[in-house]
């Protein structure tokens, strides 16, 4: 079946640096990939996403490309702030059952000053 | 427009009880989606509804139950609790339910089974 595999943090990070978080994906279709967020006490808000090959999703600063080929979606932002601080999953849906969503085990990113 | 609203936030019961869940999703949107949330699992898909009907089935026991109505709110139902069954609990709308129509998740109901 779906399945979705995310770096193990937490990821600590000072602000205003680089952020790489790593997320692989194994599908038998060609599924849309999607990168939420979760504050503390809150559900889950969309960050990106990206439904074919070669898509780049991109909002607040965070990018991830859609790449076939490495079966991957990786997270990427250049300079972080602390307002940051959250867990990120790397999600996918199958076209066959699209509101399922499949999620990873989620990367907690902790921003110091 | 207001977002997801699920009810209520916090539910503490005692194991052999039911509990029901509510979510009303955004105005519009006709696609309910359910979720459990529990920190060795992870997130798992419990179950969609479009249209009052069942369109997706997560791999729940039957314990885990869901009905939607003809205004799209939806309610969770889970009977005969288990000590593992405290975990929080997302709920997400969509406007279609397809590939591309994003997944608006609530700030979840967060069930405690003591």
Not at chain 1, 87 to 110: E, H, I, M, N
Not at chain 2, 23 to 40: D, F, K
Not at chain 2, 64 to 88: C, H, K, P, Y
Request: contains cysteine; positive net charge; glycine residues 10%.
């Amino acid at each position: 079946g779906d399945s979705v595999t995310q770096m193990e943090g937490p990821v600590t990070l000072s602000e205003e640096a680089f952020l790489t978080i790593n997320c692989t994906y194994t599908a038998t279709g060609y599924p849309s990939l999607f990168w939420y967020v979760q504050y503390p006490g809150e559900g889950l808000q969309l960050l990106l996403k990206a439904t074919k090959a070669d898509d780049k999703g991109s909002n607040k600063g965070f990018e991830a490309t859609y790449r076939k080929e490495t079966t991957s979606f990786h997270l990427e932002k250049g300079s972080v702030q602390v307002s940051d601080s959250a867990v990120y999953f790397c999600a996918l849906s199958d076209p066959g059952t699209a509101s399922k969503l499949t999620f990873g085990t989620g990367t907690r990113l902790q921003v110091t000053l | 427009k207001a977002g997801v609203t699920q009810t209520p936030r916090y539910l503490i019961k005692t194991r052999g009880q039911q509990v029901t869940l509510s979510c009303s999703p955004i105005s519009g949107h006709r696609s309910v989606s359910w979720y459990q949330q529990t920190p060795g699992q992870g997130l798992q898909f419990l179950f969609e509804y479009f249209s009052e009907t069942q369109r997706n089935k997560g791999n729940f026991p039957g314990r885990f139950s869901g009905r939607q109505f003809s205004n799209s709110r939806s309610e969770m139902n889970v009977s005969t609790l288990e000590l593992g069954d405290s975990a929080l609990y997302l709920c997400a709308s969509s406007s279609e339910g397809g590939t591309k129509n994003i997944q608006y998740f609530g700030a979840g109901t967060r069930l405690s089974v003591l």
